[in-house]
């Protein structure tokens, strides 16, 4: 089993920043594609950014060039660093991985509990 713990989320004003981090721990041989999904209000869950475990990026065209994805192998954690914040930018932030299993049990995949992202003034 492996849990995805995240922190980071708060309350910020339009244009500011915020960083998400999302820290998995348990029974990890090897983690393969990380990533961040929100969801607002009344929406459904949507791709932010992900991340493989070689560095390549995807994100979602509502946030290139304002937000960037990031990893550190050696913590099994990965970021999300988010700049010119907008109020549509509002959601339950989620992390979410996936990977093999140290004990031989093949795959998992993962989600964290969420944290919250409210941007207004």
């Known amino acids: 089993q492996v849990q995805l713990e995240e922190s980071g989320g708060g309350l910020v004003q339009p244009g500011g920043s915020l960083r998400l981090s999302c820290a998995a721990s348990?029974?990890?041989?090897?983690?393969?594609?990380m990533g961040w999904y929100r969801q607002a209000p009344g929406k459904q869950r949507e791709l932010v950014a992900r991340i493989s475990g070689v560095g390549s990026t995807v994100y979602a065209n509502s946030v290139k060039d304002r937000f960037t994805i990031s990893r550190d192998n050696a913590r099994n954690t990965v970021y999300l660093q988010m700049n010119s914040l907008k109020p549509e930018d509002t959601a339950v932030y989620y992390c979410?991985?996936?990977?093999?299993?140290?004990?031989?049990?093949?795959?998992?995949?993962?989600w964290g509990q969420g944290t919250q992202v409210t941007v207004s003034s």
């Open positions: 979410n991985a996936d990977g093999l299993d140290r004990r031989g049990f093949g795959q998992w995949n993962s």
């Open positions: 348990g029974s990890i041989l090897k983690i393969n594609v």
